[in-house]
């Protein structure tokens, strides 16, 4: 047997953050990943926590209120607004991420991101954050200890690109600015592969993890890997620990202030998926192969409660899929990138449109289900493609043909021929498009608004005028792709309260568990207010944990015995 004070399961944004802050509160962290990487599905991920009242904000001169954020979250939630869980929230949020950045190397930045629901009152820009690029040779030879993004993400097999890099490399031929800072990021990934052999320029979720990852190795946290945790102890009623598996050998680690979960949900476990998320024999996951629900299995076994209402709550997403000749499959996110842009429209099975394509992920998914569209198609011609890519499909320089040939890109010269070989009624494909475009003409969407709620406009290409989000589909040849829907991360795990205790059906707090991250049930109840809203409450509540087995009182916890005392 082997002792430490805090044991922490899985190493994803919520157990490094918790891992961190034990180390700053004076205790020993054991951090256990079952898999051969760190990083967990914040690897996958944007990398931007969504934290109301941030300071970072104010570097470009916004500011934000604990009363918009609370009359947001009301508007978000509806009667899902569970009071303690967003009150420690909103008091701590903001105090975790100075924290962190006193702290750690974890640093962000700002980024004007519209809330979004951005028409509900208390709506603000920039509570979504960006993670600073980080350089991966700090990391030294744990560099290869970290999970990579998405390789369906990435050019060239592992460079690295993030949002500010898009514009840009699309004009890389058409400006100056856009051929300098493509040929910059060309340079480094070039002396990168010929010096480590791989990119080191990570951004997004991926530098989100490394940030985390070497803040955890500078604190002194031990951080071990192909470590599952195969049970909890209990004695008399408290978690005093777990069963692991190392090197081999089965090891009781005894932990003396308590143990986190933070396995990262069960996206990558068919079985759970075929039991809680609708349509399961259509929806694709995202997450990494060791996200099969371990949290919530050990959670459950020491009496905590799994609240089958929000058993299938995710973070979902319309997927793409291409079918390999060895049949394996690569699934591609369509987040923001290509559906947002002007000049390109989603229809259902009927041939119809049936959302604004610049929404968030969370909401065309969610109407998908809404509606029992288990396969859409996003349509465009070339020069959309050419100019935005569509999913898979790179915009120019990069050729398309193999996808076309692979039959997940469906090419066709003329509306009618391209509705015939998706399965769609060509009539109502034709008559979709042109009433489309008698509005996409004037720079309106009359039917769903696309570009015309600030997070709509916010993602469509800016340099496109009068509406960012809105052009007329042109003349052939036409693409579509379909649509499928999806998920980025299962956010339904155990209950818990505001300190992030886990919870029996009774509503007592387990002694000695916690849970953060994807193993607690989401503050935000399947709902999705801003990009990050699973991000940010993880490090928030994986630093509430950390600081509640410390002894150190929170920012919440302070409020209440003021309010007490008065």
Not at 140 to 145: I, M
Not at 151 to 178: N, V, Y
Not at 238 to 260: M, P
Not at 538 to 559: D, E, K, L, N, S
């Amino acid at each position: 047997m082997i002792e430490t004070d805090v044991l922490i399961i899985g190493s994803g944004a919520a157990g490094l953050t918790a891992a961190i802050t034990a180390r700053q509160s004076g205790l020993e962290a054991l951090v256990i990943e079952k898999t051969a990487l760190f990083g967990g599905t914040t690897a996958y991920s944007g990398g931007a926590p969504w934290i109301p009242c941030n300071h970072v904000m104010q570097q470009i001169g916004l500011d934000d209120s604990r009363e918009a954020a609370e009359t947001y979250l009301h508007g978000v939630l509806g009667d899902a607004y569970q009071d303690d869980l967003v009150a420690s929230y909103l008091d701590n949020a903001p105090a975790m991420l100075k924290f962190m950045e006193r702290n750690s190397q974890v640093r962000f930045k700002p980024f004007p991101l519209p809330d979004y629901e951005s028409e509900l009152p208390g709506a603000a820009r920039c509570r979504s954050l960006l993670t600073e690029a980080f350089d991966g040779r700090l990391l030294g030879h744990r560099l290869a200890d970290l999970r990579m993004p998405l390789p369906q993400l990435m050019l060239f097999g592992s460079m690295q690109i993030e949002g500010a890099d898009i514009h840009p490399m699309r004009h890389a031929l058409k400006t100056w600015a856009g051929f300098r800072h493509t040929a910059g990021v060309m340079r480094r990934f070039m002396l990168d592969k010929l010096q480590h052999g791989r990119g080191t320029r990570i951004v997004n979720g991926n530098a989100l993890a490394a940030r985390l990852f070497h803040s955890a190795i500078q604190a002194g946290v031990t951080l071990w890997k192909n470590s599952p945790a195969l049970e909890l102890t209990l004695k008399d009623g408290r978690v005093t620990g777990a069963e692991i598996e190392h090197e081999g050998q089965r090891i009781r680690v005894a932990a003396r202030h308590g143990v986190l979960l933070a396995t990262g949900g069960y996206g990558a476990s068919e079985q759970m998926r075929r039991k809680h998320i609708p349509f399961a024999e259509h929806h694709h996951s995202l997450q990494p192969e060791g996200n099969v629900g371990d949290g919530v299995r050990l959670g459950r076994s020491a009496g905590g409660m799994h609240d089958p209402a929000h058993a299938g709550d995710c973070i979902w997403t319309p997927v793409s899929v291409l079918r390999k000749p060895d049949g394996s499959m690569v699934r591609y996110p369509h987040i923001f990138i290509d559906r947002a842009m002007p000049g390109c429209i989603a229809v259902g099975p009927d041939g119809h449109r049936f959302v604004n394509e610049g929404t968030s992920y969370q909401s065309f998914v969610g109407t998908m289900h809404r509606r029992g569209i288990t396969t859409a198609h996003l349509i465009a011609n070339r020069d959309f493609l050419r100019t935005y890519g569509l999913g898979l499909a790179r915009p120019a320089p990069f050729s398309a043909r193999a996808l076309i040939d692979a039959g997940y890109l469906v090419e066709a010269p003329t509306l009618a021929q391209l509705a015939g070989r998706i399965g769609i009624d060509p009539a109502e494909l034709e008559a979709t498009v042109r009433r489309f475009n008698e509005g996409a003409a004037r720079g309106e969407d009359p039917e769903f608004g696309k570009g015309a709620d600030a997070h709509s406009r916010f993602r469509g290409d800016q340099t496109h005028a009068p509406n960012p989000g809105i052009a007329p589909i042109g003349n052939g040849p036409y693409y579509a792709v379909a649509l499928h829907p999806g998920d980025l991360s299962t956010v339904g795990g155990l209950e818990t309260n505001g300190q992030a205790q886990v919870l029996t059906p009774q509503g007592d707090p387990i002694e000695g568990l916690y849970a953060a991250g994807l193993d607690m049930n989401s503050m935000m109840r399947g709902r999705y207010p801003g990009g990050g809203s699973s991000i940010g409450p993880a490090m928030t509540f994986g630093y509430i944990a950390a600081r509640h087995m410390a002894g150190t009182r929170t920012r919440t916890a302070v409020i209440e015995e003021e309010a007490a005392a008065a």
